[in-house]
C-alpha cells in the first residue's frame, strides 16, 4: 500500500475548516457554550475555581445561561477524581498565561479541548492518506460536518466531564486505527493509544465497562509484533486498563452510588410502572417506599432522600444486580425503558441549558443555533426509535463479519474489529443510563452513545464512499 509523505491539500483544508467551525462556534460573540446542571461544583474545587460573585442566585447560576468567568483561586483538596482534572488544571494554567492571574475566561478550557480535538482529527486523516482522493475528501467533511458540530464542541466552553470522553474516544479509536494499519507499528504509538483509552476511561464512573472492552481490543496487538518490550507494554497496559476500570466502580464515592441506585429505582422502575408496590416487593424493599415512585433525588419528597430510614429500608438492601434481575425477569418492562433511551438517543446537546450568556440579552434558556446542522438533523429527522436503531446494528456488524472475513491479515482484521468495539462501546452506553441511573437527564447520559453512533454511522457512510470509488475505477491519486 502506497504511503503519501507530508500533509496532502484534504488534511490542510479538512484542519483549517475545523479550526474556523472553532472560533466562529466558541471564539466568536455570541460565545457558545452550555449552563451549569450543578455538576460544576464537583469539580470547581479541586480545580481552583470560583464564582466572581458569592452572592449569585440560583437562577444565575443554574440552567438558564453559560457563565463565561470564573475567579481563579488555590487548588482545593480531595474534591471529584477524574481524569478531566489536568485537563482543566491546565486550562487554568494558560489562561494565567494568556488572558489573566485572577479571572478565568472558559474559552481557555475550549483551546485545550479544540487542540485535542485536531489531534484527532489529524490521526484520523494520517492513517487514511492512501485512500482515493475522493474517499478522503468524504472523510474530511465528515470531521468537520458531523464532529464539530455544536452539539459536540459547545460543550468545550463548559466544565462538564463529556469532552473528555468525546476527544479520547475518537483518539483511541484512531490510533488503533493507525496501529493496525501500520505496516511496522511503534511502541510509541501502541503507548499512546493505551494513554487514550485510559483518560477516557478514567473520565468518569459511567465508562467504566469502556476501559474493559478497550483492554481485550488492545490484547489484539500482541501478535502484530513479537519483540518482549511491545508484549509486555501490551499486557501490562490491558491488565492496568482492566483492573483500573474495575477499581473505579468498586471505589466510586459512596453519596454518587446512593445518588445513581435511587434514580435508578425511583425514576426508573418505578417511574410509570403499574404496580409499584408490587416491583418493590420483588427487589425486596418494603412497599411503603412506593409514595417515592416518579421522584427523583434532587427533589422534595415525602421522605427525604437522606433520611436514616431510606438506608435502613432501601440503600442498604439494593444493588444494581438486583435491578438487572428484575428487568431479566421482566423484558417487556426493560423493551419499554430501552425505547424511552431511544426517544433521546439521537440528542446530541442538552437542550433544557442555556447556551448564552446573560449579558447577550437573549431569553432564559435559549439555545444556539451555529453550525448545529447534523445535531438538527440527527434529532429531527433520523428515526428516534428502538425499531431503527437495531436493524440499523444488525446491518453494521454484518458488514462488519464480510469485511474481517475479506481482510487478508491480522492487521485487517483488527482494523475491523475496532469498529465493532465502537459498536459495543454505543451498546453499553446506551444500556447503562437506564440500569444505572433511570430515565434521569437521559439526553445528556447517553451523550457517549450519540458519539459511538455517529462514528458508526460516518463510518458506514464512507465505507460506500470507498466501495463506490474503488468500483468506479480504483484508486485516485492525489
Not at 230 to 240: E, H, L, N, Y
Request: aromatic share 14%.
Amino acid at each position: 500500500m502506497r504511503r503519501a509523505s507530508g500533509i496532502s491539500p484534504v488534511s490542510l483544508g479538512t484542519m483549517a475548516a475545523a479550526v474556523a467551525v472553532f472560533i466562529y462556534v466558541l471564539f466568536v460573540k455570541p460565545i457558545v457554550g452550555i449552563a451549569d446542571n450543578g455538576d460544576f461544583l464537583r469539580i470547581m474545587t479541586s480545580v481552583g475555581l470560583d464564582y466572581l460573585d458569592p452572592n449569585l442566585s440560583y437562577e444565575d447560576k443554574y440552567f438558564g445561561h453559560f457563565i463565561r468567568e470564573f475567579k481563579l483561586v488555590p487548588l482545593g483538596i480531595g474534591g471529584y477524581a477524574s481524569t478531566q482534572v489536568p485537563f482543566v488544571i491546565l486550562a487554568t494554567w494558560l489562561n494565567r498565561l494568556i488572558f489573566s492571574t485572577t479571572v478565568f475566561d472558559m474559552r481557555s478550557m475550549a483551546v485545550v479541548y479544540s487542540v485535542l480535538l485536531l489531534a484527532a482529527f489529524w490521526v484520523m486523516l494520517r492513517y487514511h492518506r492512501a485512500w482515493p482522493l475522493i474517499a478522503r475528501i468524504a472523510l474530511g467533511l465528515v470531521l468537520v460536518f458531523i464532529f464539530a458540530d455544536v452539539g459536540y464542541i459547545g460543550y468545550f466552553n463548559s466544565l462538564f466531564g463529556e469532552p473528555i470522553s468525546y476527544v479520547f474516544l475518537l483518539l483511541t479509536v484512531g490510533l488503533a486505527l493507525g496501529l493496525s494499519s501500520s505496516e511496522h507499528p511503534t511502541r510509541r504509538l501502541l503507548i499512546l493509544f493505551f494513554v487514550c483509552a485510559i483518560l477516557l476511561t478514567g473520565s468518569k464512573v459511567q465508562n467504566a465497562p469502556v476501559g474493559v472492552l478497550i483492554a481485550l481490543l488492545g490484547l489484539r496487538f500482541l501478535r502484530m509484533r513479537s519483540d518482549g518490550a511491545w508484549c509486555k507494554t501490551v499486557i501490562g497496559f490491558s491488565a492496568f486498563l482492566a483492573v483500573g476500570s474495575l477499581a473505579m466502580y468498586v471505589l466510586a464515592p459512596k453519596q454518587l452510588k446512593e445518588i445513581n441506585m435511587y434514580q435508578t429505582v425511583f425514576y426508573g422502575v418505578l417511574k410509570d410502572s403499574p404496580t409499584p408496590e408490587q416491583d418493590l416487593e420483588e427487589l425486596g424493599i418494603p412497599q411503603e417506599l412506593a409514595v417515592l415512585a416518579g421522584t427523583n433525588f434532587f427533589e422534595e419528597t415525602s421522605i427525604p432522600q437522606r433520611d436514616p430510614v431510606m438506608y435502613e429500608k432501601f440503600y442498604d438492601r439494593i444493588s444494581h444486580g438486583k435491578i438487572a434481575l428484575f428487568y431479566l425477569k421482566h423484558p417487556g418492562r426493560l423493551i419499554a425503558k430501552l425505547e424511552v433511551a431511544a426517544q433521546n438517543g439521537m440528542t446530541i446537546r442538552p437542550y433544557y441549558l442555556g447556551t448564552y450568556e446573560k449579558g447577550e440579552g437573549m431569553s432564559r434558556g435559549a439555545v444556539s443555533a451555529k453550525f448545529d446542522w447534523w445535531s438538527e438533523w440527527k434529532k429531527n429527522v433520523l428515526p428516534n426509535t428502538l425499531w431503527f436503531l437495531i436493524p440499523f446494528c444488525l446491518v453494521y456488524y454484518a458488514v462488519i463479519a464480510l469485511e474481517r472475513r475479506r481482510a487478508a491479515s491480522l492487521g485487517g482484521k483488527i482494523y475491523t474489529e475496532t469498529f465493532a468495539l465502537v459498536g459495543l462501546i454505543g451498546l453499553i452506553s446506551f444500556l447503562i443510563p437506564i440500569i444505572g441511573d433511570g430515565e434521569a437527564d437521559l439526553s445528556k447520559h447517553l451523550f457517549l452513545f450519540n458519539v459511538c453512533f455517529d462514528i458508526m454511522f460516518a463510518s458506514s457512510v464512507l465505507w460506500i464512499v470507498y466501495r463506490l470509488v474503488r468500483l468506479a475505477g480504483g484508486r485516485t491519486s492525489r
